[in-house]
């Protein structure tokens, strides 16, 4: 069975596309059979996979042999009688063990849908499935497709989607970004993540969800850790202004959100061998330009060329060094999420 780790932030802008991208690659790149989710319906990890634009467009991939979250999900969704199937997952030709299910700009429609199953009563046996139907969903693609790890790359806000994909899956990373205003989102979610186990806990012993077709998940989603990125480094470690950011969200997570998902039993144990900091997976620096190379050519930043960049001299050399250092990040990462998910 897939372990299905989902990657939410409240606050936006703090990587999560970049880190659900990577960290998959790298996690393939490793031998891992790896599946990617768009659940967003900005669709940005889309966009970086297809390299969407005017003349590319996302309505003519749909058109072909693969399948979008909105749409394997409709059976369910849209009161249909046929079944769930497995998804049709799109694979990339340079890493054969990473594919995508690409986002919907539509997917947020099914929010009302979410919101009202969570508060269901039991005369709309209509909506008995809605909760488990993602999970189940996944389940079928991983065994069919053989996969062993699911990443989900989460929209930033407070919603019914999102308590359901994260309650639903199996672990979840918090990534982060320097700030005041990330600080406060982090501060927010030790009242949100209560909130969302005590409402999951409720639906899973209500007799109408109990007998679904599509069961919800028996256990909790474990939280693996943060990761702190989007700073600017100076020999090597975070400048001043970001490293202050940095060990302000490392307390709060520490000394406010550790204890609260300790009380809800929604945190592995920590393992100091495996982290940074406590509960801080890794620090990843800006990747300032080299994401624009990454994008324009579909690839992860580890794996650009100086054909693909297009400088000499020096700068290629600077470049060529970030990039080495990327992949030893991104490396680290993964073979940390590999232990702590054993």
């Not at 690409?102 to 009302?112: N, T, V």
């Not at 919101?115 to 809605?130: D, H, P, Q």
Request: net charge negative; with cysteine; hydrophobic share 35%.
């Amino acid at each position: 069975m897939a372990k299905t780790i989902a990657l939410f932030n409240n606050k936006g802008g703090v990587s999560k596309t970049t880190t659900t991208f990577h960290l998959g690659w790298k996690l393939a790149e490793k031998g891992y059979k790896t599946l990617i989710i768009d659940t967003d319906p900005q669709c940005n990890l889309t966009g970086l996979c297809l390299n969407t634009d005017k003349g590319n467009k996302l309505e003519s991939f749909y058109i072909g042999n693969h399948n979008n979250i909105k749409e394997a999900l409709s059976p369910v969704f849209s009161g249909a009688l046929s079944p769930l199937e497995p998804a049709s997952c799109y694979g990339f030709e340079q890493n054969s063990n990473l594919y995508l299910l690409p986002g919907h700009i539509d997917f947020s429609e099914y929010d009302a849908t979410y919101n009202i199953a969570e508060n269901l009563t039991g005369s709309l046996f209509m909506l008995k499935n809605i909760p488990g139907a993602l999970r189940n969903l996944l389940q079928m693609t991983s065994e069919k497709c053989q996969f062993e790890y699911i990443l989900i790359d989460m929209s930033p806000n407070i919603s019914a989607t999102n308590a359901n994909i994260l309650m639903e899956s199996d672990y979840f990373i918090l990534p982060c970004a320097p700030d005041y205003f990330c600080y406060m989102a982090i501060d927010s979610l030790t009242k949100v993540f209560p909130r969302w186990d005590k409402a999951y806990s409720k639906l899973k012993e209500t007799d109408v969800f109990m007998s679904a077709d599509y069961k919800m998940s028996k256990g909790k989603p474990q939280f693996i850790g943060t990761i702190q990125q989007r700073y600017r480094p100076r020999n090597g470690s975070p400048s001043k202004a970001f490293s202050e950011w940095i060990d302000d969200i490392n307390l709060l997570v520490k000394n406010k959100l550790v204890p609260v998902l300790k009380n809800c039993n929604m945190i592995i144990p920590y393992m100091s061998n495996y982290y940074d900091e406590e509960y801080n997976l890794i620090n990843i620096a800006d990747f300032n330009s080299l994401i624009a190379q990454s994008q324009a050519n579909n690839t992860p930043v580890f794996m650009l060329t100086q054909e693909q960049v297009q400088k000499n001299g020096n700068v290629w050399l600077n470049m060529k060094k970030n990039i080495d250092d990327f992949n030893e990040t991104f490396n680290c990462l993964a073979d940390r999420i590999v232990d702590v998910t054993k």
